[in-house]
């Protein structure tokens, strides 16, 4: 993301006579010199003016002020300064207010560090104290801390994903009004907890984390309930952890989760994702040898590698170095049946049978030999292992 582009738009709007500046994380992140994901961008301009100063404009939430400004084939979110009325659903704020100043904006941020500002000529407006907290490493509400968990519990959850990300701790008053507004959570849809939950996954500091949601009993009110965690914080290398996947897989084979799949299931993950770590905790779990060719055939590159980070993470002994593992994958002969050199129809017509259960048994077979390399894996090489190997019939 350039900061150049953002400043070009900040510079067009000022033209145009309005206020406007970089806000929010990004500006926490700029600080703390860190990289920087979308650039938002607050404005005392109405959408509609927002509009009208730029060609290439997307209207996202023109309910909530926003606008997507396209600049240099990079999007920035142009936000009018707003403060938020009432949250009714514990969703959205039910109505929301235009302001002309900054200030009011920054006050409906969530916590000190997300509610600084970065002017075009490099000033930070910080009226919450945002840059001492980011210097003694503290997470603090914007406010009554209370009141603004009551009106978006969800930020509780950003909380303490701050917590893994930044390794930093709550003030005091803050963490009280966590403990005792945690249940608020129950009232937050599972997917925008999870979405939160995974970005906690990620952070270096999420055995932090993790012991601050059991102390706190937070994790009472998230979804499936509490979890175990045996305390042995030091023993966890979560920076072994490349994907959400094999982080998701870390935490259920931390919290010895009995069924990975049962947890997956009400956290609502993907079919796709509960898949994976299904597959990888059990890989983990199992004792198979990674270093058997048919092994790395079977499971193949992606969840062996996968779960070979997992043992990593645990601190278990891996057999195998991932790139010996990438080296055997590449020798393999075939990465997958269809690239037999016959099928199922060769061999019904090769041997003159109806199609049975023995079709799936006896590819298996070839399969399995051409991976070990003891028959030529084309048709002339099948054909001859078929002659010298039994037929199916004879076995029975
Ligand atoms: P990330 O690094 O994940 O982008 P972020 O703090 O930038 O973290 P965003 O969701 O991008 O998170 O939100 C941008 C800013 O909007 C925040 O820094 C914060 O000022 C404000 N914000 C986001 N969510 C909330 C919320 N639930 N309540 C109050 N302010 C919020
Ligand atoms: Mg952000």
Known sequence: MSFKLANQVIEELQNHGFKSYIVGGVVRDRLLDRP?????????????????????????????????????????????????????????????????????????????????ALARDGNIIDPFGGKGDLERG?????????????????RMMRGIRFVSILGFRFEETTYSALVENADLLEKISVERIRDEFEKMLAGPYCEKALMLLKKTKVDNHLPRGPFELQLQPDMYRWSALATVEEQWAGF???????????????WKLPNQRKAKVNRIVTLVRSEIDFTCTYTIYKYGLGDLQASIRVKRFLGKQVEI????????????????????????????????????????EYLEKIERCVIEGKIDNTPSGVKEWIEKWQRPQERD
């Open 36 to 116: 920087t994901g979308d650039i938002d961008i607050a404005t005392s301009a109405k959408p509609e003016e927002v509009q009208r100063v730029f060609p290439n404009t997307i209207p996202v939430g023109i309910e909530h002020g926003t606008v997507i400004v396209r600049h240099g084939k990079q999007s920035f979110e142009v936000t009018t300064f707003r403060s938020e009325g009432r949250y009714l659903d514990f969703r959205r704020p039910s109505e929301i207010e235009f302001h002309e100043s900054l200030e009011a904006d920054l006050a409906r941020r969530d916590f000190t560090i997300n509610a600084l």
């Open 138 to 154: 503290i997470l603090k509400a914007v406010g009554t801390p209370a009141e603004r968990f009551q009106e978006d519990p969800l």
């Open 252 to 266: 259920l084979v931390r919290n010895q989760a009995e069924d990975p799949n049962e947890w997956l299931l009400v």
């Open 321 to 360: 170095e991932e790139s010996e593992l990438e080296d055997r994958f590449s020798e393999l002969p075939i990465k997958n049946r269809a690239e037999l050199a016959i099928d199922g129809n060769d061999l019904q017509k090769f041997f003159k049978q109806k199609p049975g259960p023995w079709i799936a």
